[in-house]
Nanobody
Framework: QVQLVESGGGLVQPGGSLRLSCVGS????????MSWYRQAPGKERELVARISSAGGSTMYLDAVKGRFTSSRDNAKNTVYLQMNSLKLEDTAMYYC????????????WGQGTQVTVSA
């Protein structure tokens, strides 16, 4: 059974930090590029960050560049999103997404973790 389980969300003041974690199971984690998406109420889901399967390549949404950092530990089947200097507009549900495979491409979503930035 494939699972992606996010954690680390919560309520934080503007300027604060949070670190999200996503643990994968039921698939070969190191074969998959991992991404973080977010969706705010009334808005479309957007890609926030992506990290390659080995962790050597990352990309970020322009709005989070310089503030968010994605990393992974394939030995722990875990991907992280370090979020610093949080802004009100970062408030959203954050989802972990895996895409990859060898002969067949597969994709999986986590259930999400809520991040609320509020004074």
């Amino acid at each position: 059974q494939v699972q992606l389980v996010e954690s680390g969300g919560g309520l934080v003041q503007p300027g604060g930090s949070l670190r999200l974690s996503c643990v994968g199971s039921g698939f070969t984690f190191s074969w998959y590029a991992m991404s973080w998406y977010r969706q705010a109420p009334g808005k479309e889901r957007e890609l926030v960050a992506r990290i390659s399967s080995a962790g050597g390549s990352t990309m970020y949404l322009d709005a989070v560049k310089g503030r968010f950092t994605s990393s992974r530990d394939n030995a722990k089947n875990t991907v992280y999103l370090q979020m610093n200097s949080l802004k009100l507009e970062d408030t959203a549900m954050y989802y972990c997404y895996a895409r990859g495979g060898i002969s067949v491409m597969r994709e999986y979503w986590g259930q999400g973790t809520q991040v609320t930035v509020s004074a």
